[in-house]
């Protein structure tokens, strides 16, 4: 039988708890009621997706995330923006109008790139 398609998206991160407030605070997820050990996952729909500890050593690469596209929708990508940016939080592509709406990048406090987007 083959794979029908992502289910289940991570990050490792490097200090759990302070990542888990970060995708709290600055993007509004709420925490799923039930979490695996050493792992917070989010109420997110329609892929869950989860921050946890890692499984290698973070610290033995340069970057973490190379390769990876993280791409997480919004209903107001520009006011997420504003707020994120007025919080201080690293922007690292400026809000443009593509084929996903309103679109920008982010890095979290690990350094992955994340990219909000709008519906459409």
Request: net charge negative; charged share 20%; glycine share 8%.
């Amino acid at each position: 039988m083959p794979a029908i398609g992502p289910d289940f998206i991570a990050l490792q991160v490097r200090d759990l708890e302070a990542s888990a407030a970060f995708y709290t605070t600055h993007l509004g997820l709420d925490r799923a009621p039930v979490s695996p050990p050493h792992a917070v996952v989010f109420a997110t729909e329609p892929i869950a997706f989860a921050v946890r500890e890692p499984a290698v050593d973070l610290d033995a690469v340069d970057r973490l995330g190379w390769g990876v596209a993280l791409w997480l929708a919004a209903d107001d990508p520009q006011r997420l923006h504003d707020e994120m940016a007025a919080a201080g939080v690293p922007i690292l592509t400026e809000p443009f109008d593509g084929p996903f709406g309103r679109t920008f990048a982010f890095a979290d406090p690990d350094g992955y790139s994340v990219t909000i987007h709008g519906r459409g």
